[in-house]
């Protein structure tokens, strides 16, 4: 399968990300780079300027611009000759799904086929073919899973955003080692100690934030949240939010709830939860007898 990235306003942090998967020699014999950035390509970027044939896989990293010029060509003119050539366009990375942090209090920049949630219409005749991967970076194996999938043309579900499923589907808050301390409603979060869920006072946002972050790990062996920083939700198309490492607060309750419970049921189980204090979980589980 042929691939073509093109990189828009970026700080290259995906194409970096995609580097550190670790079997990426082995992967990289089922496909083609027709042009990556960092990676062995069979075409220069003057070439690709001036028009090649074959792309399948358009990825798009970066935020869009309709006044970027790239090179020497308005990067809006690459991405309709070759989205018109591939059979998918591949956003990596939050700013080319949604904006992202380079689209921050400007004016004409957002994500290739969103800014934030709201659809853009720049590049409408091409919405059908794309598949949008936020993260900030992304996670390499979203990446590599993706186009495995799409080489054994696989029909991808999406969600309302155009996130795979597969990966977006669930939230950062699955998996993560501190749901104990989530449900008994104890944040006695300290940095370097595992224990304490990070949502009532630190500002995780974990329970908002679709993302894969604590089923596949990162390197194979860790996660923010895992590692004691709250998630920041860097794969929605909010982010980045004002606030981060403090939990936004009314009246004492969090501002942001857990995705899809209401306010009332948060509040029945928080009182059922606070009815008990377990001592276990007030002090490092290691200095238990
Ligand atoms: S630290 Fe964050 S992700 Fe982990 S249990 Fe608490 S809210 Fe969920
Ligand atoms: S844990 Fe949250 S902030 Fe960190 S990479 Fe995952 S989704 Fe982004």
């Known amino acids: 399968m042929r691939l073509l990235w093109l990189s828009a306003l970026t700080c290259n942090g995906n194409a970096h990300s995609l580097l550190n998967y670790p079997n990426l020699r082995n992967w990289q014999k089922d496909f083609e780079w027709l042009y990556h950035p960092l990676l062995p390509s069979r075409y220069t ?122 990966y977006y589907a669930y939230t950062v808050h699955n998996g993560c080692t501190r749901n104990e301390y989530f449900e008994y409603k104890i944040d006695e979060h300290r ?49 980045p939010r004002m606030g981060l490492w403090t939990t936004q607060k009314h009246m004492g309750i969090p501002a942001r709830l857990p995705v899809g419970v209401p306010r009332r049921a948060y509040l029945s189980l928080a009182g059922i939860a606070k009815a008990f204090r377990i001592e276990r979980f007030y002090k490092p589980l290691m200095e238990e007898e």
Not at 135 to 162: H, M, N, S, Y
């Open 45 to 166: 970027f003057k070439e690709i300027e001036e028009g090649i044939e074959g792309c399948e896989v358009l990825i798009v990293e970066g935020t869009f611009s309709e006044e970027l010029v790239k090179y020497r060509q308005p990067f809006k003119a690459l991405v309709e000759r070759y989205g018109a050539q591939a059979r998918h366009i591949v956003t990596v990375g939050t700013c080319a799904a949604f904006g992202g942090i380079f689209a921050q209090g400007e004016e004409g920049r957002s994500g290739l086929f969103f800014r934030g949630e709201e659809p853009t219409e720049t590049f409408e005749a091409l919405r059908s073919k794309s598949i949008n991967l936020p993260g900030c970076p992304i996670q390499p194996e979203v990446l590599v899973g993706t186009l495995a999938l799409l080489k054994a043309g696989e029909t991808l579900p999406l969600d309302r955003l155009r996130r795979p499923k597969y």
């Open 191 to 239: 940095f370097g100690s595992l224990e304490g869920c990070m949502f009532y006072e630190h500002g995780c946002q974990g329970t908002f934030t679709h993302g894969s972050c604590n089923k596949i790990l990162w390197n194979g062996l860790n996660s923010k949240t895992r590692n004691g920083q709250p998630c920041m939700g860097c794969t929605e198309p909010d982010f």
